[in-house]
């Protein structure tokens, strides 16, 4: 009874202090919000050609991409939603932090190097440079649009659950205004600064996200006088589970069901990075091949240092605050980062507000950045594969090009808004993962044949990414993330899921590669050889690389 009331009166104190510093904490969440704009601005204004909008004119250094890959990848899913997914289901959580590192070693082998050799600015040129250019680069553009937005609608989600806290907005039409927000915000930012824009945001979002985790890691391990082992013990008592928190099987392995679920999210999220289209069009802001592999070496060590950090984080959270409090205020524990900060700074003090406005400030600016960078990807693949090669037939002007990306990026924007206020209850990782499972689908089989199958065609890269991408996108629409649970799927009231699994990868990745496969054995195209071995000289070699 007195461990119950002792709880309310903690969260009703916590309530009363974030009101009576809340002028506090949206000042200094103003203020980041404006630095990121100001770069943005400043950057725009450098932005001069298509290469520039596109490609940040192939100015950046290995470091300076490395940190911009970087603050592209460690997402709202990295930090709300592991630390969320850690402090609610411990170990299983965990594996979200292990599957994203070890995803960028498939990048990093197999595609960094040449995709940076082979192509200009999107995903499509690879492509198009051996086969028939319409079709597959309108492959290219539509599989790149649809990941780019199951990709927008995580970031949605971790904004209207931060801005929500920080306003203390509890009302479902209040949440929804805030993803309205978010996306008008990532649509002035890309339109505005293109990749230079973006990149620079990206590089001061990693510094700021890395030294806000730092700090929180450090004050998490000096709460436990840096003793690892008391943290996971106080972490495993106060979740309820006692050795079960610690252990596998807590989310992934109660059933034959969820066992196969481990199976389906762990292989998507190890091949998807290496078909993210904000990703891969990264690798062609380097002037050199050199330049792209060691961006990614810098990224791996930036990002394996980030996510140690989220198991400090996530164990911390449940550690310290507990699984009650954290559901309280989002039930996927998207919020369970920034309550450890005020917890850490102070609940109840100037301290804890402070700790709360740049923790969350630093989450918001890394949302801002990652839309930005996949708004980017999608609007870039439109204009530049769908606009300008297939509707104009290369005609276009690189103003009518530019035009068409930044009008392509309003529509984009506001397709993003609509589905993001549907998924603001659901876990920002596990929507994350969905992005990797559809990338891996589509993109991923496709690139790999083309880089290094001469018998690929056409038809087997239509088949692959359309097959790819149909498959997996259904068999999320009809799965438990859409319908079927009244606590975190998308549409609560209803339940039309007969897939069982939460992430389709199982069933669609292989089914992408196979399809890529007998559509090449069955067409009737001859394959150009010639092509294939231009390409081949190209992406290992790098002559001729634009």
């Known amino acids: 009874m007195s461990t119950a009331y002792h709880s309310h009166t903690a969260v009703q104190l916590a309530a009363s202090s974030t009101t009576e510093h809340r002028p506090l904490i949206i000042t200094l969440f103003a203020v980041f919000v404006a630095a990121t704009l100001g770069i943005t601005v ?3 204004r450098q932005t001069k050609s298509a290469s520039d909008f596109y490609a940040g004119g192939r100015q950046f250094t290995a470091f300076q991409n490395g940190l911009a890959v970087s603050g592209d990848y460690m997402s709202a899913a990295s930090f709300l939603g592991i630390a969320g997914a850690i402090a609610l289901f411990g170990y299983d959580g965990f594996l979200y932090s292990i599957g994203f590192l070890v995803a960028w070693l498939v990048a990093l082998l197999l595609v960094a190097e040449p995709l940076r ?31 780019s937005i199951f990709y927008l609608l995580a970031q949605m989600a971790g904004a209207g659950v931060l801005v929500s806290l920080l306003l203390g907005i509890t009302s479902d039409a209040g949440k929804i205004l805030i993803v309205a927000l978010v996306g008008v915000l990532m649509i002035v930012y890309v339109t505005i600064g293109g990749m230079k824009g973006t990149t620079w945001v990206q590089m001061v979002k990693a510094v700021l996200l890395i030294a ?22 106080t972490a495993a008592e106060k979740s309820t589970h006692g050795a079960a928190f610690l252990e596998p099987g807590l989310k992934y392995g109660a059933t034959g069901t969820s ?36 961006s990614v070496n810098w990224a791996i060590g930036i990002i394996g240092a980030f996510y140690l950090m989220t198991i400090a984080l996530g164990f911390g959270a449940a550690a310290l605050i507990g699984p009650d409090e954290i559901k309280a205020k989002n039930p996927a ?20 507000a402070v700790l709360l406005a740049v923790i969350s400030a630093v989450a918001f600016a890394t949302i801002l950045a990652v839309v930005a960078g996949l708004t980017l990807a999608s609007s870039s693949s439109f204009a530049h594969d769908i606009y ?56 991923l089989p496709t690139i790999l044949y083309s880089l290094f199958w001469k018998r690929f065609t056409t038809q087997g890269a239509l088949w692959s990414i359309y097959g790819g991408l149909a498959t997996s996108v259904i068999l999320v629409l ?21 897939f069982p699994l939460e992430n389709p990868g199982l069933i669609s990745i292989p089914l992408g590669f196979l399809l890529g496969w007998i559509g090449s054995l069955l067409s009737k195209e001859e394959p150009d050889k010639g092509k294939y071995a231009e390409l081949e000289v190209k992406s290992l070699t790098g002559v001729g690389a634009h």
């Open 42 to 44: 400043w950057a725009g």
């Open 117 to 147: 050799n082979s192509g200009r600015y999107t995903m499509g040129d690879v492509l198009a440079y051996r086969m028939r250019q319409r079709p597959v680069r309108t492959a290219s553009g539509v599989s790149t649009i649809v990941v």
């Open 212 to 233: 806000g985790a730092l700090l929180m890691t450090f004050l998490v391990l000096l709460k436990f006088d840096f003793n690892i082992s008391d943290l996971l013990g």
């Open 259 to 294: 066992k196969l679920d481990f199976l389906s999210l762990g292989i998507a999220l190890v091949l998807g990075t290496a078909g993210l289209p904000h990703i891969l069009i990264r690798f062609y802001t380097v002037p050199t091949a050199k330049a792209a592999r060691k």
């Open 333 to 352: 524990g998207n919020a369970a980062a920034p309550q450890l900060a005020e917890y850490l700074g102070g609940v109840g003090t100037t301290g804890g």
């Open 388 to 443: 300008a090669n297939v509707i104009r037939k290369g005609k276009a002007t690189e103003k009518e090009e530019m035009r068409a990306a930044r009008w392509a990026t309003v529509l984009i924007g506001a397709v993003a808004i609509a589905l993001g206020a549907f998924a603001r209850d659901m876990n920002v990782a596990g929507l994350v993962a969905l992005a990797f499972a559809v990338a891996a689908s589509a993109n």
């Open 478 to 498: 009809f799965s438990p993330v859409v319908s079927g649970n009244p606590k975190t799927s998308m549409f609560k009231g209803v339940d039309f899921a007969w």
